[in-house]
């Protein structure tokens, strides 16, 4: 079993930045692939981006391109979400997963794990 804690979401300014973390708990951190995905109010969750467990990172959605940046601490058992030049269209509920591999983490059903989130909200 693992469980994932998000946390460091917040109320920002429009430009700000703000570095989400992911803590895991559970032996197999280091074996899984670890993602962002975001879920803005009324909309569906969509994903952000994820990283492998040797640290191969797969393309950023479009609208965070250039801004955002996700990495990884083995040791630490963590995944961050760096996110820069933060938007008022960046607001919403931010949650990390865990799959068996990249091509998991983007399919639906392969997530193994969630964590139950943590909001962004960027004001003007």
């Known amino acids: 079993q693992v469980q994932l804690v998000e946390s460091g979401g917040g109320l920002v300014q429009a430009g700000g930045s703000l570095r989400l973390s992911c803590a895991a708990s559970?032996?197999?951190?280091?074996?899984?692939?670890m993602g962002w995905f975001r879920q803005a109010p009324g909309k569906e969750r969509e994903f952000v981006v994820a990283v492998s467990e040797n640290g191969f990172i797969t393309p950023y959605a479009e609208s965070v391109k250039g801004r955002f940046s996700i990495s990884r601490d083995n040791v630490k058992n963590t995944v961050y979400l760096q996110m820069n030049s933060l938007k008022p269209e960046d607001t919403a509920d931010y949650y990390c997963?865990?799959?068996?591999?990249?091509?998991?983490?983007?399919?639906?059903?392969?997530?193994?794990?969630w964590g139950k989130g943590t909001l962004v909200t960027v004001s003007l």
């Open positions: 559970g032996r197999d951190f280091s074996t899984f692939a």
């Open positions: 997963a865990s799959a068996a591999s990249l091509t998991r983490i983007r399919t639906p059903g392969g997530i193994n794990y």
